[in-house]
């Protein structure tokens, strides 16, 4: 297994990024604050380019490529948020990129890939597996894969926006983070153990597709179906090695929230803060709302993860 990043990766992203990915704002919602009891700080990664946090991995990685990988080219697979991003990364960098993407992955999403350059490969993420498919590409074409959330220079790119938030407000109570395959957790706490220690880290995944609770509980990678989730970017299978041990390590507990609870922070975002927020986006405001912990008089973090979401789609859940 690879050495696992640390916070000096995620400070040398920073670096890197500096330049190239936005520093999202941090917003704040008195209603919120009204509903927790506490200090609520919304870090909008829902305005980084690309529309989600997925560019810092994206770009950290693909900039550390020798000249060789960067004339070959990079592979990736993704349902979405990551696709754009090593899409939109290689066209920064001059390097050619191959996207696989599943059949149902949103409409937005596969056209902001191909927008920005990338050949789509697409898939049936419900019946072939796409990691076997990124590999065997890897090998015909020479490409170098740069997976979407399990891989040092990736966990550390996510990490600098917790670095961000942390920079900006100080030291937090707690720290909520959604939790697909978890990269975004991952790297959040390696900034949170190095600038604010006694800050809990709370991961939220979806209900339907509660992976890494029961990783955790059981004390290695729990392997799960492909979940039936509206939240499309959390909808993987297991944690990678590098994020179960960071993970297993540093954060605190894994909640989880359902697909109506997603819904209703969907609406609160755009209702209350004029923000669009897709469904992976809000299971960390989510699960600060619902899963009961205790967070009267605390300074608490949310990271909205992203906002790329269909209009259609929106307007469907919202409604």
């Known amino acids: 297994m690879p050495t696992l990043p640390t ?20 917003l704040r919602s008195r209603t919120a604050d009204q509903m ?25 990685a693909l900039s550390r490529f020798d000249a060789a990988q960067r004339r070959a080219g990079v592979v990736a697979f993704s349902s979405g948020n990551h696709a754009q991003a090593i899409a939109l990364a ?19 999403k596969v056209a902001a890939t191909q927008g920005y350059g990338a050949e789509v490969i697409r898939f ?19 490409l170098t894969l740069v997976p979407p959330y399990d891989h040092p220079d990736v966990i550390a790119g996510q990490g600098t926006a917790t670095l961000e938030l942390i920079e900006e407000v100080g030291a937090l109570d707690d720290l909520f983070v959604c939790l697909g395959g978890g990269g975004l957790l991952s790297g959040a706490a390696l900034a949170t153990r190095a600038l604010a220690l006694g800050c809990r880290i709370h991961g939220v ?26 939240a499309d ?31 209703q922070a969907m609406r609160f975002f755009f209702e209350r803060m004029k923000l669009v927020v897709e469904p992976t986006g809000c299971l960390g405001f989510a699960g600060a709302c619902h899963a009961g912990l205790p967070l009267a008089g605390r300074r608490v973090g949310v990271l909205i993860s992203g906002g790329n979401v269909d209009l259609q789609r929106f307007a469907e859940l919202t409604a």
């Open 233 to 263: 970017g959390a909808q993987t299978q297991h944690l990678g090695r590098l994020t179960f041990e960071i993970i297993r390590r540093d954060v605190a507990d894994i909640v989880t929230a359902t697909d109506a609870q997603l819904v």
């Open 7 to 26: 916070f000096e990766d995620v400070a040398a992203a920073a670096q890197r990024l500096a330049g190239q990915a936005h520093r999202t704002p941090v």
């Open 124 to 142: 049936d993420r419900y019946r072939e597996d796409r990691e076997a498919i990124a590999l065997r590409l890897a090998q015909d074409r020479g």
């Open 205 to 230: 995944e979806p209900e339907a597709g509660n992976d890494a609770q029961q990783s955790i509980a059981r004390g290695e990678i729990v392997h799960i179906e492909t979940p039936q989730t509206i």
């Open 90 to 108: 290689g066209r920064v960098l001059g390097i050619p990129a191959a996207i696989l993407m599943p059949h149902d992955a949103p409409r937005s």
């Open 36 to 60: 927790l009891g506490a200090e609520v700080f919304f870090k909008c990664e829902n305005l980084q380019r690309a529309g989600a946090f997925k560019f810092r991995g994206a770009f950290n």
